[in-house]
């Protein structure tokens, strides 16, 4: 069963956030990046707890998620340990991955759902249509929550998400 609401992905890239005039706007939901990583390793998004306490002011519900570049399970492994506390969602998205292959990059998502699982976390992962249509078997993430997103005026994505 599909659930659909309108919600926005926000992180320090949307510096200061008018949480009030979000709600006013209509959305329902904000996902916050918890963080990602760069050459030195993983960071939390210097806007977290600002975008989580400013959407929960609002009255929206929010969720979190870390941006990954990680490529093996050891880099899952220890993305996850560095955000688990406030995590919900994994952002697979980043074109590096692509190069694994469909069965690697849906393997190592699914790796990461199922640790946050195992940690009773209610996990979930989150892309774009094309992401998902073309690099990641969804069929295969079924168990666990997909928030996709799309900027057209219509979801042109198919598959089973809620």
């Not at 340990?81 to 697979?92: A, G, I, K, M, R």
């Not at 690099?135 to 994505?157: E, F, I, K």
């Amino acid at each position: 069963m599909a659930l659909f609401q309108v919600g926005i992905d926000v992180s320090r890239y949307q510096g200061s956030i008018n949480w009030s005039a979000v709600a006013a706007a209509g959305k329902q939901f904000a996902i916050v990046r918890i963080g990602s990583s760069n050459n030195n390793g993983a960071y939390v998004d210097p806007y977290f707890l600002q975008n989580v306490n400013g959407a929960h002011a609002a009255g929206l519900r929010v969720g979190a998620y870390y941006y990954t570049y990680a490529r093996t399970e050891s880099a899952v492994a220890g993305g996850l340990t560095t955000f688990l506390n406030s995590l919900e969602f994994v952002d697979v998205e980043a074109r590096s991955l692509t190069s694994l292959g469909k069965p690697q990059l849906t393997n190592l998502v699914k790796y990461a759902m199922d640790i946050l699982n195992q940690r009773k976390w209610y996990a979930g992962w989150y892309s774009y249509t094309n992401y998902i249509n073309s690099y990641m078997n969804a069929s295969a993430l079924a168990n666990y929550p997909l928030w996709v997103a799309d900027y057209r005026s219509s979801l042109g994505y198919t598959g089973q998400y809620g």
